[in-house]
């Protein structure tokens, strides 16, 4: 099913019958990934009088309770709300969800003991087409980031001055396959994350981070179009399924 969008001016083609899932499947196991300390998600069937939400326990439909947490858990999405004292939440921030997308793949560097994606790295990846969201897929790239245990490890982060760079760019939807923009323990500064939404001086509601994504490698760097899914969660941050398409020439 191809379709033509006019965006900035400019026609493009894409194909919607060709969707590239960039989120990783939220799972009642152990080999789901988590992140900040949490544990594993629960799924568990409802249970009580009389009935059981289980039908291969004798109930008659399935009907499960979820326990899990957004942020340590697999791919979301957040807003402003994440670090602000106002409650802003994701179903009202994010309103669009169609965007011109630019994938690049970085190999964080190694600074003493982090791994940071440093302003020189964006830079020298950035290209100016009008992108208002960018996806970064850190290297090397493999599956054990579908089940990675991310609690004490210090993944690799972006430096607040690649983030403002993004922004003065045009980025309003920064992508991200790491747990967070920022450090694991920065002592609670969380900069790039401030820096991102400007808050709280300037504070722009619409941007996005999304966190936790898996860019395969079969994907290339490049221009695409990406739709951000989020649940209507009126919280800081949702499960969320960011889906790339394609442009055909």
Not at 64 to 91: A, D, L, W
Not at 109 to 127: G, R, V
Not at 141 to 164: G, H, R
Request: proline content about 5%; glycine content about 4%.
């Amino acid at each position: 099913m191809k379709t033509k969008i006019q965006y900035n001016n400019r026609e493009y083609r894409i194909d919607l019958s060709k969707p590239i899932d960039i989120s990783i499947p939220l799972k009642a196991d152990k080999s789901n990934l988590t992140a900040w300390y949490v544990d594993a998600p629960k799924f568990e069937a409802v249970v009580g009088e009389g009935f059981v939400g289980d039908v291969n326990k004798g109930g008659s439909v399935n009907f499960r309770n979820i326990f899990f947490n957004p942020h340590g858990h697999g791919t979301h999405t957040e807003c402003v709300g994440h670090i602000s004292k106002e409650n802003y939440t994701i179903n009202k921030c994010l309103t669009e969800f169609f965007f011109l997308a630019e994938v690049v793949s970085i190999i964080p560097k190694s600074i003493k003991n982090d791994s940071i994606i440093t302003l020189d790295q964006i830079k020298n990846s950035w290209k100016s087409n009008g992108a208002k969201a960018i996806v970064i897929r850190t290297l090397p790239n493999n599956d054990v980031k579908l089940s990675m245990q991310y609690s004490n490890t210090n993944p690799p982060f972006i430096c607040f001055e690649a983030v403002q760079f993004l922004i003065d760019n045009g980025i309003e939807h920064l992508l991200i396959d790491t747990p967070s923009v920022d450090k694991e323990d920065d002592n609670g500064v969380l900069k790039s994350h401030h820096t991102f939404w400007e808050y709280p001086n300037n504070t722009q509601q619409q941007r996005t981070i999304t966190e936790l994504i898996f860019v395969a490698d079969e994907i290339e760097d490049g221009t695409y179009f990406i739709n951000i899914q989020i649940a209507s969660f009126e919280n800081d941050a949702s499960p969320s399924k960011p889906i790339l398409y394609k442009i055909l020439l």
